[in-house]
């Protein structure tokens, strides 16, 4: 099951993302915190990778390096010329604008003409049946509604100025962890056939080994911090999978006791 990390080489067309021997610490001298060392870690394209790992251990500042929201203190990501979009467990949305307006928003921010944005919302709110809800309010619909608008409004950043998707990296932080079982397996429903649809490559983080493994093409896993990659598991069961089978369980199951041996061993 385990795979080494791999080797630091340049980026080819068969990576979405590379990222080599990142480091990241926060704070100088006494106050200074390693979050992640020497991860090297790549999402081939059209890849589902799933990151897990105990609380603390610097997912999201893993994905916010890739986001380019933060730079590395050592080593070097590679996303090429993807489109880099970003979900987080909060959808995040403008309470005062109307749905739609929230999507047209991020679409403004990819250069699409004031003339087509109504249309491609339109389309884009579609694609995560939404479509007639474009004029609603964001708190007029339910949790699981509004992390939809979230995902087309990420959808949205990832379109070039002609409507057409790129080579596209969604990272996602925990999206679903809000939102109650019923309503995240739709969602997994959903983000699968989107994913499939629209050949996007995800990095999506979450606490849920479940979760990852109804998901993932891999899952990998971080060591407690600072985060190393300590383990990846290639997940070779058909999709879509059911969250609740068997062998989704038993892999869980496998991967949680390699959870719990790592938090162990750092006390956390
Ligand atoms: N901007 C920052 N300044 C200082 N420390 C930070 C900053 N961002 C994150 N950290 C620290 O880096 C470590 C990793 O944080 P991060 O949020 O990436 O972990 P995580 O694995 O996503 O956690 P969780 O699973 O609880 O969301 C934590 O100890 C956190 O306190």
Redesign the pocket.
């Known amino acids: 099951m385990t795979q080494a990390a791999p080797a630091a080489t340049s980026r080819t067309a068969d990576t979405a993302v590379r990222l080599d021997g990142v480091s990241k610490a926060?704070?100088s001298g006494g106050n200074r915190?390693l979050?992640l060392d020497n991860v090297s870690l790549s999402v081939a394209p059209g890849e589902f990778v799933c990151l897990l790992?105990?609380?603390?251990?610097?997912?999201?500042?893993?994905l916010?390096l890739v986001a380019d929201l933060?730079r590395p203190t050592a080593g070097t990501i590679d996303t090429g010329d993807a489109r880099v979009a970003m979900m987080f467990q909060e959808p995040a949305l403008f309470p005062w604008l109307t749905v739609s307006a929230n999507v047209e928003l991020a679409l403004k921010a990819r250069g699409v003409p004031r003339g087509e944005r109504r249309d491609r919302a339109g389309d884009l709110l579609a694609s995560v049946h939404l479509r007639d809800f474009g004029r609603k309010r964001p708190h007029q619909l339910s949790g699981g509604m509004r992390q939809r608008v979230a995902l087309a409004r990420a959808l949205a950043l990832t379109v070039n100025e002609d409507g057409a998707a790129g080579g596209t990296v969604l990272l996602m932080?925990?999206p679903f962890g809000a939102l109650d079982a019923m309503t995240r397996d739709l969602l997994h429903d959903e983000l699968e056939r989107i994913w499939t649809e629209r050949s996007l490559s995800i990095l999506f983080?979450t606490?849920n080994v479940r979760e990852a493994v109804r998901l993932g093409d891999r899952v990998v896993l971080?060591s407690s911090?600072p985060?190393r990659v300590v383990e990846e598991f290639p997940v070779p069961m058909d999709r879509p999978r059911r969250i609740d089978s068997p062998e989704v369980s038993s892999l869980a199951a496998h991967i949680t006791d390699r959870l719990r041996e790592e938090v162990g061993r750092h006390g956390a």
């Open positions: 926060f704070g915190l979050a790992g105990a609380s603390g251990c610097g997912k999201s500042t893993l916010n933060d932080d925990e983080v606490h971080l911090r985060g």
